[in-house]
């Protein structure tokens, strides 16, 4: 299904979201990349990219589908990612606890992604106005606005 230009910046973010997901699987497992490498990638697409994409959809589906059961799904999911993520950054030193913790991120996020790609924008697409989409897209073209 075509995606709602609208909506086109969030999917792109999460290409890159998926990719991070998959290595940060790949750690916990035990293979992939160096554990504390791993940590560094996460807190540069953390800083970089997730945390505003997080904001940002916050606060347009935070107005778009208020009271809805996709929201309240998002936030908690939200919620949870950020937990984890930044008990991860606080560990620096390689561990069995840093392997898992690492791991189970990148299972947590693949997920959250699929679920937004697959539930949150259909839902995002059904019930915004044309004038949410329209605000929605001038907005995506200045990614920091409100930041
Ligand atoms: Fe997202």
């Known amino acids: 299904m075509k995606r709602h230009p609208a909506l086109a910046s969030l999917s792109r ?3 890159s979201a998926l990719r991070l997901a998959r290595e940060l699987e790949d750690v916990g497992r035990g293979g992939g990349r160096d554990p504390v490498r791993a940590i560094e990638a996460l807190q540069r697409v953390w800083k970089t990219e ?4 997080f904001a940002w959809e916050e606060r347009w589906f935070g107005r778009i589908l208020a009271e809805t059961i996709e929201l309240e799904l998002l936030l ?3 919620w949870n990612l950020r937990k984890h993520i930044e008990a991860a950054l606080a560990l620096t030193a390689p561990s069995a ?3 898992l913790r690492i791991g189970h991120i990148g299972v947590l996020l693949r997920a959250h992604v699929r679920w937004e790609e697959r539930v949150l924008f259909p839902a995002v697409e059904r019930v915004a106005s044309e004038d949410d989409l329209a605000q929605m897209l001038a907005a995506a073209d200045q990614p920091a606005s409100g930041f």
């Open 13 to 15: 973010d999460h290409h």
């Open 50 to 53: 997730l945390a505003g994409h």
């Open 76 to 78: 908690a999911e939200h």
């Open 97 to 99: 606890q840093l392997n």
